[in-house]
């Protein structure tokens, strides 16, 4: 059985950081993009930032480019979000997921992810 768990959520004020972690568990995802969606009280969900599998390239949304760093590590089945400068508009509840298409074009439709987390709360106070 395929599970996601993310961890590292809370509450952090203006400008602070946090890490979110996603450990993946049931088969291995090395092959496969893996990313970040979160969605806020009242709006949809969006997509903040993908990497593919090796690494090496990396997607963010404008909201976020500049401040937050995504990272895997395959041993670990591991993907992480390092969350810098934050703000009270980054305050959603955080998702990670798993691009099941096998392909290496990045995408921002949530369709395209296949398995998802439970989500993690994060909360920017100002």
């Known amino acids: 059985q395929v599970q996601l768990v993310e961890s590292g959520g809370g509450l952090v004020q203006a400008g602070g950081s946090l890490r979110l972690s996603c450990a993946a568990s049931?088969?291995?995802?090395?092959?496969?993009?893996m990313g970040w969606f979160r969605q806020a009280p009242g709006k949809e969900r969006e997509f903040v930032a993908a990497?593919?599998?090796?690494?090496?390239?990396?997607y963010y949304a404008d909201s976020v480019k500049g401040r937050f760093t995504i990272s895997r590590d395959n041993a670990k089945n591991t993907v992480y979000l390092q969350m810098n400068s934050l703000k009270p508009e980054d305050t959603a509840v955080y998702y990670c997921?798993?691009?099941?298409?096998?392909?290496?074009?990045?995408?921002?439709?949530?369709?395209?992810?296949?398995?998802w987390g439970q989500g993690t709360q994060v909360t920017v106070s100002s």
């Open positions: 990497i593919s599998w090796s690494g090496i390239s990396t």
């Open positions: 049931g088969r291995t995802f090395s092959n496969y993009i």
């Open positions: 997921a798993v691009d099941g298409s096998g392909t290496s074009v990045f995408s921002r439709r949530s369709m395209r992810y296949e398995y």
